[in-house]
């Protein structure tokens, strides 16, 4: 049974910064690209960021380019979005996810998601 599970969440001032973490059990990790996406109340789902299997590409939403950092360590079966200079429209439910394909935009398997609020 594949598991995602996220954490890392938190509240914190703008400006300030949190790491997310996801671990991917169940499946051979190295074998999906990993995407993150948010969902804020009365917003649609958006993507947020993506990693290729080992890492070597990435892709990152225009609104938190230069401030998001996404990165694995497939020996841990783990995925890190190091988010800094939080601001408060950052605010959302993080989803991580393994991915059939680099940044389709369609994951195969879904996380139950870890809060983030920014507080102005």
């Known amino acids: 049974q594949v598991q995602v599970v996220e954490s890392g969440g938190g509240l914190v001032q703008a400006g300030g910064s949190l790491r997310l973490s996801c671990t991917a059990s169940g499946l051979t990790f190295s074998n999906y690209p990993m995407g993150w996406f948010r969902q804020a109340p009365g917003k649609e789902r958006d993507k947020v960021s993506c990693i290729s299997r080992r890492g070597g590409s990435t892709y990152y939403a225009d609104s938190v380019k230069g401030r998001f950092t996404i990165s694995r360590d497939n020996a841990k079966k783990t995925v890190y979005l190091q988010m800094n200079s939080l601001k408060p429209e950052d605010t959302a439910m993080y989803y991580c996810?393994?991915?059939?394909?680099?940044?389709?935009?369609?994951?195969?398997?879904w996380g139950q998601g870890t809060q983030v609020t920014v507080s102005s």
């Open positions: 996810a393994a991915d059939r394909d680099y940044c389709s935009g369609s994951p195969q398997y």
